[in-house]
């Protein structure tokens, strides 16, 4: 019998473990595999100990050149799957003889199905039980069955090769370390057919200290709501490709409820404060990202269609008054900035305030504080500023860096340009003239703030306030 089950290890670091690993496939009662051990980078000292394996023909060693991340060495497996099957087998987990064999069986009864998978136990420094119902129904239903889940459990089973979606193997990997994006990919794999679940705990996750998702969720949490964000945007592409143009209001804001809102049940790897003005402050970030990722799909496009929440559209999910209320003020901001343009185009220029209650504030998007009478703090490493279509000479940021001692970097980029930067030693007044680069009639701009040097005041000693901040906005000027 030919091999049928290609499994794919993604490898970095794991000398203390995979010996063990390895005895675990090699023990499964279903021998017709073939392993591709993929080292991520040459100067790993695994790879002479994956070498070691290879002397069982069913083993394969592949060294990647340089460190690819997680995510992109599993893609770069993915599209290397020449079997039916495709299994995704951690460095440093283990499983029951049966494994293979009962999930296989699985997928043999139900040919349409595109995941088989069993209960997770955890062993090591923790000892409990992970359980996911399988996902039916059709494809809509299945994709928003698995965004209302995000569960990693689904993905330690056994998945048909011609389910897999393509994935960008080139992806560089993310500042982290960790990449949420395997969620978007169970999303995808469920659009293309049903998850079955072997109801036992058949697989066996090590949890041990020093574990990247533990780091990960240490880390400030506006940059883990950058990755949030990303992998939210990645399941509402999916979903909107199974949903009809007049539903797409609700699908975007079934996401962000499930994004944003703590209900019974859900897990959360980032979650806004549960208060309104924070909820609609990640509605805007979400807003942004979407319309920089989705193809031909802007805010501006958002607000022309509205935020559609009629009965009838087969979306069972409540939708909280916060969502529906922030997606509303979006499609008013989306409107004002139509009409600012067409303001700009008559007088050339306009000088617009960002202190509270200015003019200025639509314009301002994600990372940025409450503001102020006298302007507004960004709070993070990046604050993003969406300017009205149509403008194509320059813009002025005027205001005033936080120093709290040394010197400190402020980048600007304008939609993909490389970010330029200068460097001040002191909190005087700052003006960024920012030459606009040309673009489609209609298309806004965003402009990105970088602050890699952002610091709470908190962290000098003598404040409390715990915002991470980089430059305090005084006012925008725009030049048509």
Partial sequence: MDDDIFIAMPVYRGAEFIAETIRSIRDQTYSHFHVVMSVDGADDPT?????????????????????????????????RCDLPYFCYWQQDDLASTGYLESLRNQLQTDPEASIAHTDIQWFGARFDRDSVEGVFGTPLERVLQRIESIHYGPLRGL??????????????????????????????????????????????????????????????????????????????????????????????????????????????????????????????????????????????????????????????RPIHPWIARALEDESSRGRALQALATDLSSNGSIELPVSAGGSGLIM???????????????????????????????????????????????????????????????????????????????????????LPDASAPANAGGSTDERVLGFGLHRIVLHA
Avoid at 54 to 74: I, K
Avoid at 381 to 395: E, F, K, Q, S
Avoid at 415 to 438: H, M, Y
């Fill in 159 to 316: 998945i048909r090769a011609d389910a897999l979606p393509s994935i960008d193997e080139t992806e560089h990997p993310n500042a982290t370390g960790v990449d949420l994006l395997e969620f978007v990919f169970l999303c995808e794999l469920a659009a293309r057919g049903a998850f079955h679940r072997v109801e036992s705990a058949m697989y066996f996750k090590r949890a041990h200290p020093g574990a990247a998702t533990d780091a990960w969720l240490a880390l400030d949490p506006h940059v883990r709501r950058v990755d949030w964000i990303d992998m939210g945007v990645g399941m509402l592409k999916v979903g909107l490709a199974l949903t009809p143009a007049e539903h797409h209001g609700r699908l975007l804001a079934t996401v962000l409820d499930r994004l944003a809102i703590k209900r019974a049940g859900r897990g959360f790897a980032y979650v806004p404060d549960q208060s309104e003005p924070a909820v609609a402050k990640f509605v805007a970030s979400f807003i942004d990202q979407a319309g920089a990722d989705v193809a031909g799909l802007t805010m501006l496009d958002w607000a022309a269609e509205g935020w559609t929440l009629s009965p009838g559209s087969g979306f069972e």
């Fill in 364 to 450: 301002l998007r994600s990372g940025w504080s409450d503001p102020e009478q006298w302007g507004v703090w960004t709070d993070g490493a990046l604050a993003t500023v969406t300017l009205p279509p149509g403008i194509h000479g320059r813009v002025d940021l005027h205001g005033a860096p936080f120093v709290p001692n040394g010197r400190v970097r402020i980048g600007y980029a304008t939609d993909g340009a490389s970010v330029t930067f200068v460097e001040v030693a002191d909190s005087n007044v700052l003006t960024l003239s920012i030459d606009l680069p040309r673009r489609s009639a209609g298309q806004p701009l965003t402009i990105e703030l970088h």
């Fill in 47 to 79: 790879i002479e100990l994956c070498r070691s394996f290879t002397a069982d023909q069913r083993f394969e060693l592949v060294v990647q050149p340089a460190r690819r991340g997680w995510f992109s060495n599993f893609a770069w497996l993915t599209r």
